[in-house]
């Protein structure tokens, strides 16, 4: 290697560096008190470089939002739908599901907490974290189809599936009433099974 090609690939070995650093500091930051109260000089300070090094590697919010996401999204493991892609009874498909998505919540609770917070005051946020609204909203559509029900059980079993799958329901039940995962899930199922009309119990 000549000593021209050298000093470049330490340059770029530099930066990468330099880039990693902030984008960690941005993630800490983010978790602790969520990106409305994250400023470039807390990054700054958080990563030890200056200001105007966190601008260059990152141009505006939207790079620096969307560098976030990957990093926590690589680091906290999501939702796998191959997990429940096998499981036929609709009552149980959803019982598999809530359980992969509680156990996200739980990897992810401060970092999570913070962007439900923060997101709708922040459109460059908002339009990072766009995705995952619509992949919740496919997989509630997803498991509303299976469960095969039409008309007004099926308005109400839409709803209790929307509300099974939000972060705020598995925080209260899990977290607040100290339910843990598996009993909110439960719970979630046994109100699907209701507003299904599946529950016999529940028509006397």
Known sequence: MTPRRYELKR????????RRRIV???VALHREVGPARTTISAIAERA????????????DDSALYAACSAHFRAETRT????VWA?????????????????????RGEEMLGHLRRDAPRIPALAAVVAPWGEFVESVRTELLERWGVHGAARARLSAVLAHALRFETWQSLAREEALGDAAAA???VGLARVAGGTDRSAHG
Do not use: K, N, W
């Open 48 to 59: 030890g470089v200056e200001r105007l090094t966190v601008y260059r590697h990152f141009a």
């Open 11 to 18: 340059r770029a070995e530099r930066q990468a560096e330099t």
């Open 79 to 82: 939702p796998d739908p191959g």
């Open 86 to 106: 096998d499981v036929g009874d609709p009552a149980e498909r959803l019982r598999a599901t809530l359980l992969e998505f509680y156990g996200y919540y739980g």
């Open 186 to 188: 439960d719970l979630m």
């Open 24 to 26: 960690e500091a941005v």
